[in-house]
Structures are given as structure tokens and as C-alpha cells.
């Protein structure tokens, strides 16, 4: 039964995450992209296992001969988790550079976006 309520939730972070990755806002594209990495987070320690033993041995005692959670998994979890925080606050950052250079964070408008003298000074070769 955990394994089916893991499926469900993990399904349903994908799905929003995809759904505000397809936003106009900028701000919504990188938290869609955000939870879609922080889903990839949470399936990759499904996989890695749920059940098990925990893998450090105390000194001196004798280890567990039933199954052990693989510590890899959890380790690249955690490393992923540091440097999509990281990834996450530079990109709200230049998010905001671009809002202070254009005003505006809709994707469409940026799209449309002619910078000053473009379009005035022909193809640009100085003559």
C-alpha cells in the first residue's frame, strides 16, 4: 500500500510541476522546475529502499543479518537537494535582474521584448 501512495503523490508532483513549468510567470516556471526536481528527490530514495536496516553499525556491536538501506542513494539525495536550493535561489535571483530590467516576469511579454535603438539603426553595422 506505501507503494502505491508513493506512485500517487510522485505522479502528482510531476503533474504540477509540469503544470507550472507551462505558465506565463517566470516565478511559477522555476518553482514548477523546483518541485519537479524535489519529486525526482523523493522517487530516487523510493527506489533506493524504504525498508532496511540503518546502515551505520555501532562500536562494537554485531551487524544486522536482516536487509540494509543503502546509504548511496540517500547521500546523492541529500547533494542533490543542496545544489537544487542553490540552483533554485540563482534563478529567482536573475528572475528578479530581469523583472528590474524589463518589469515584467510574463514570459510572452519577454518574448515580444525590443531593446531600445533595435530596431532604428537597420542591420547593425554602424553606417
Same mark, same amino acid.
Given at each position: 500500500?506505501?507503494?502505491? *501512495? +508513493? =506512485?500517487?503523490?510522485?505522479? +502528482?508532483?510531476?503533474a504540477?510541476?509540469?503544470? +507550472?513549468?507551462?505558465?506565463?510567470?517566470? *516565478?511559477?516556471?522555476?518553482?514548477?522546475v523546483? /518541485?519537479?526536481?524535489q519529486?525526482?528527490?523523493? %522517487?530516487?530514495?523510493?527506489?533506493?529502499? &524504504? =525498508?532496511?536496516? *540503518?546502515p551505520? $553499525?555501532?562500536?562494537?556491536?554485531?551487524?544486522?543479518?536482516?536487509a /540494509?538501506?543503502?546509504?548511496? !542513494?540517500?547521500?546523492? !539525495?541529500?547533494?542533490? $537537494?543542496? $545544489?537544487?536550493?542553490?540552483?533554485?535561489?540563482?534563478? &529567482? !535571483? +536573475?528572475? %528578479?535582474?530581469v %523583472?528590474?530590467?524589463?518589469g515584467? /516576469?510574463?514570459?510572452?511579454?519577454l518574448?515580444? %521584448?525590443?531593446? *531600445?535603438?533595435?530596431?532604428?539603426g537597420?542591420?547593425?553595422?554602424?553606417?
Open positions: 500500500m506505501t507503494q502505491f *501512495v +508513493l =506512485a500517487v503523490v510522485l505522479g +502528482l508532483l510531476f504540477f510541476g509540469t503544470f +507550472l513549468v507551462l505558465r506565463r510567470d517566470l *516565478v511559477r516556471v522555476v518553482w514548477g523546483t /518541485i519537479m526536481s519529486a525526482t528527490n523523493v %522517487y530516487l530514495v523510493t527506489m533506493g529502499g &524504504l =525498508a532496511g536496516a *540503518v551505520v $553499525i555501532a562500536h562494537g556491536a554485531h551487524g544486522e543479518t536482516g /540494509i538501506t543503502d546509504p548511496l !542513494v540517500q547521500a546523492l !539525495v541529500l547533494t542533490a $537537494i543542496v $545544489i537544487g536550493f542553490g540552483t533554485t535561489a540563482f534563478a &529567482l !535571483v +536573475l528572475t %528578479y535582474r %523583472y528590474e530590467e524589463h515584467t /516576469i510574463d514570459l510572452e511579454e518574448g515580444e %521584448y525590443d531593446p *531600445v535603438g533595435a530596431t532604428e537597420g542591420d547593425g553595422d554602424g553606417a
